[in-house]
């Protein structure tokens, strides 16, 4: 089988990762895959095909980047695809079913499109105006309109798409849970050297949050709450980077407020880390906290339960798809519930034992081969 699909261009974080393993279980099944892309995806593999338009900026984040993948990548795509003869589109987010719904409707392949989350949150969060985010949403209705068959990663995404199509109820829209990858638990012998690398002292409790630093994160939450801590021995380890300007303006306005309140050694900016060393601050951590307003199906959320690390979160589809439990879960908005929250489970060992038990039961429901289900489900 040969597949189209299109990323124009390859970043860090959850959603890439899952397009990543999304082309090992085609490749793991012998389909050639066809990707467009702005810049070159450096995969290197017999059956993947990049496809990259020529671009004459140098910004690929820029207006005119994205006026580009608007307007070109759509004849772009019936080119590659008429050429290749292509048996399958797959879109990776529902602007990208707009942008192959011409080869789609050209060449009579079926599309299926996969949906990460919110559809339009990441747009609500750089301050779009109310012009562009109505554009925005005109276009992604359009995408999942021409879809054949949807997979969204949580139930409220998939409830959020349903009602979005009014009278056409008959598309199969599917939800495939983000599993839990192999991680191999290191020795705890190793926590205070960890520890020690990063600045933190072998008594203090360590709070952990991780992912792509953006507003949509909430992170200044986590914050404000380790002030409200006091003058305890508390640490919070922010892993993760930020890749546009809104999300680098953010990372500043954070490092100014843990000045501001006077914390800033006790928070602790990694940048972004690769697997091996996340799970090494999972280990010497003593719970994981996600203060996000919006989430899909939170990578990192994930592999600190395949960790064994505790894990609490916002009220919300995605982190609420995951953990389940009301004792696992806050509101965003309430610094002070969460303060509470966090001070009961480092200082109180039977609340925290009982926390434990809920994260390690909910870690069993995501042991499972992702690549398997989606190409069961594709197929």
Not at 12 to 22: K, Q, T, V
Request: hydrophobic fraction near 45%; charged fraction near 20%.
């Amino acid at each position: 089988m040969k597949i189209l699909t299109a990323m124009y261009t390859m970043r860090r974080g959850g959603a890439y990762d899952r397009f990543s393993m999304m082309l090992e279980a085609f490749w793991e099944r012998g389909c050639e895959v066809h990707c467009l892309s702005l810049t070159p995806i450096q995969v290197d593999h017999p059956l993947f095909h990049n496809h990259v338009i020529y671009f004459p900026f140098k910004n690929v984040d820029g207006m005119m980047a994205k006026l580009s993948v608007l307007f070109l990548f759509p004849w772009w795509a019936v080119w590659v695809g008429w050429r290749n003869r292509i048996d399958l589109i797959i879109a990776f987010g529902a602007l990208y079913a707009f942008i192959q719904a011409l080869s789609k409707n050209i060449l009579k392949r079926p599309m299926v499109t996969f949906i990460r989350g919110n559809m339009s949150f990441g747009s609500k969060m750089q301050n779009s105006s109310k012009c562009v985010l109505g554009v925005i949403k005109m276009i992604e209705g359009i995408g999942i309109r021409c879809s054949n068959r949807i997979i969204t990663n949580n139930e409220a995404s998939r409830s959020e798409i349903l009602n979005s199509m009014g009278r056409r109820k008959n598309i199969d829209v599917h939800v495939l849970y983000n599993n839990i990858p192999p991680i191999s638990i290191r020795d705890p012998e190793d926590i205070p050297h960890i520890r020690a690398k990063y600045g933190i002292p072998k008594d203090a409790r360590v709070l952990v949050t991780a992912g792509i630093i953006n507003r949509g994160k909430n992170i200044e939450t986590l914050i404000r709450c380790l002030h409200k801590q006091g003058a305890q021995n508390i640490y919070l380890m922010i892993v993760g980077e930020s890749f546009t300007q809104a999300a680098l303006d953010y990372k500043e306005f954070l490092q100014g407020l843990t000045r501001e309140l006077q914390i800033a050694p006790k928070v602790i900016f990694t940048g972004w880390l690769e697997r091996e060393e996340l799970y090494k601050i999972y280990l010497a951590s003593d719970l994981f906290v996600m203060s996000s307003m919006s989430e899909g199906m939170p990578n990192a959320m994930l592999e600190a339960l395949g960790s064994d690390l505790p894990c609490i979160g916002s009220d919300i589809s995605g982190i609420k798809d995951i953990l389940q439990h009301d004792e696992l879960l806050f509101d965003p908005f309430n610094d002070n519930s969460l303060a509470d929250k966090i001070q009961k489970l480092l200082y109180d060992p039977v609340n925290l034992d009982k926390i434990k038990t809920l994260c390690w039961n909910r870690k069993k429901d995501f042991i499972f081969n992702w690549k398997e289900r989606l190409y069961q489900l594709i197929g």
